[in-house]
């Protein structure tokens, strides 16, 4: 084995335009397909990026009627739904895909809270100890809800840095108090969501989804939202999944579990349902797959042309061989060391070019992302699957001037002048 290829790489050296010319087909091919393949994977994780945000990975199960999303601020309360409780949210949370998971109300729009003369249109929402964490926020300024806010059923709130602009402009928030209702709330935290990096809004569900906040969030402590609006109105739940793969099926598997804990069926008008942003970020990146797989497949057909050249090249190599293949066989060579010997070196040689093409194939990739400002990254896997493949085409296309050169007549091999 490392005989031939010894040989194959002595016989590639003595030979170094023309080995370099029949590798030109299997190097462009690859290198194409490579710089294809990692413009597509800088292009969906951006998708995904764009879309979700990263750092987050928020999941929200909220309860449809009849497919539609629930309206609770406008509609009477449903029947046959139970309210959530802290025990399905811990089943939530125990799920393998899932870090943490938080019950939670909210009004979109609330135009019952004031501060002084100042009325706030933002996001009003009850939540749970958990929510904070859940959605990445971190409490820069007084602090979060404790236990004891909950157990005590404390009037206390919490602003985002969003509702402190638009409410308190640059003073502190800590210990302003917000009128919510006929009910006074003392805000004791400014909290800041953390992200990497921001969504990009393309569409106007985009905007409504990201953008439905941008006068900010104002929470309170969920058992505060009987005495604000109405008792036993359904609770809608976020969790943290691991990671942005792991989204989807955490929001699947979390609304199944709801639905089943709670005795809402197929047969119910009302159902929880998983709010997964990468679920759309999948479909785009499915749509960038399709189109750019055609580029594959087009540039696949330069290492057609590559593994032709390789079948020519080796019917000349076994050609100018002659005679020392028909020496090798008088002295006791056996066909299939022969037949061997020239698929070593048309695999070799291919996988030279095979490396080579990798290498360029990068190159262009970074070249195409600096030039068009398209995100690329690397994937390891299809660069030693494109090196594998190109020995299989060395193989594939070797094989009949390697059984030429195996089923030679050694008489008339060495007759060969």
Known sequence: MFENVKLALQGIWSHKMRSLLTMLGIIIGIASIISIVSTIKGTNEQIKQNLVGSGTNAVTVTLYENDSPMELAWSALPSGVPVMTDAVRSQVANLDEVEDASLFRERTYVSELFYQNTAFSGTLRGVDIHY???????????????????????QVAIVDTDAAQSLFLKENPIGKVLEIGRTA?????????????????????????????SGGTVFVPVNQWPNLYRYEEPMSLCLKARS??????????ATKLVNKALGLGEKSDYKYQSND????????????????????????ISL????????????????????????????????????????????????????????????MAKVISRLTETPMAVSIPASVLAVVFSMLIGVVFGLLPAYKAARMNPIEALRRE
């Open 132 to 154: 904070l964490n859940v959605n990445n926020y971190s409490v820069v300024v007084g602090r979060g809800f404790l236990p004891a806010d909950f157990k005590q059923y404390r």
């Open 185 to 213: 709330y003392t805000v004791v935290g400014l909290a800041e969501q953390k992200r990497t990096s921001e969504p990009v809004i393309n569409t106007l569900e985009d905007y409504n989804l990201y953008m439905g906040e």
């Open 244 to 253: 942005t793969d792991a989204m989807t099926r955490a929001g699947q598997r």
């Open 277 to 300: 942003i990468s679920q759309q970020a999948r479909k785009l990146q499915e749509l960038s797959n399709a189109t750019n797989m055609q580029l594959v497949w087009i540039a696949s």
């Open 304 to 363: 057609l042309v590559g593994g032709i050249g390789v079948m020519n090249i080796m019917l000349v190599s076994v050609t100018e061989r002659t005679r020392e293949i028909g020496l090798k066989k008088a002295i006791g060579a056996q066909e299939s060391r022969i037949l061997f010997q020239f698929l070593t070196e048309a695999a070799v040689l291919t996988s030279l070019g095979g490396i080579l093409g990798v290498i360029a194939g990068i190159v």
